[in-house]
């Protein structure tokens, strides 16, 4: 049987909220973040449950340098990454199409269909773009982070953030006019 002092059950309480609260904030923004990377949705939920292991296992190792958002973005980023570049996801085919519930405002349903529409083809080019493009356009439009939360999430120069940003929308204006 482990015993515990007060000590390390005051860490251990105070870790368990830490960790409830963290995924309370974050959990939906880390799936759609995990989700880009991926485009699945069923793996972009263990992605992310992996995602909270590490948060929790590395919890020690966050000194508050930087957002605790930048520091949980930069984990997950890291993981997806380390995914993509394993054989299990080189050889594995992802076959789920981009499902979305997508909340009309229109209470027509043929504006309701075409808004739909209209945003599962922009999801569906911008999922076309590298991952290096397709990150920066996720962490700023969908997340809102700043270029400067994103250059410190994925630990790239603000200004390579910053040209990636306008390389992104200049291949996603060319793919929707049809240049693809």
């Avoid at 076959?95 to 209470?107: F, L, N, P």
């Avoid at 080019?125 to 969908?142: G, M």
Wanted: glycine residues 2%.
């Amino acid at each position: 049987m482990v015993s515990c002092t007060i000590s390390s059950l005051t860490v251990c309480l105070y870790l368990k909220e830490l960790m409830e609260q963290i995924m309370k904030d974050y959990g939906k923004d880390v799936l759609y973040l995990c989700y880009t990377y991926v485009k699945e949705w069923n793996l972009a939920e263990d992605l992310a449950q992996d995602v909270f292991v590490k948060i929790y296992s590395k919890a020690d190792t966050y000194r508050g340098e930087a957002k605790r958002k930048t520091w949980i973005y930069k984990i997950a980023i890291n993981h997806c990454k380390d995914y993509i570049k394993s054989a299990h996801y080189r050889y594995s085919v992802v076959t789920e199409k981009i499902q979305k519930y997508i909340k009309g405002t229109s209470s027509s349903v043929e504006d309701l269909a075409l808004y739909k529409d209209e945003k599962q083809t922009l999801y569906q080019h911008i999922f076309r773009l590298p991952v290096k493009y397709r990150e920066v356009i996720f962490l700023f439009y969908y997340d809102e982070l700043s270029l400067q939360e994103i250059s410190e999430s994925l630990n790239i120069n603000i200004n390579t953030i910053k040209s990636r940003l306008t390389k992104a929308k200049s291949l996603l204006k060319h793919s929707l006019k049809g240049g693809q």
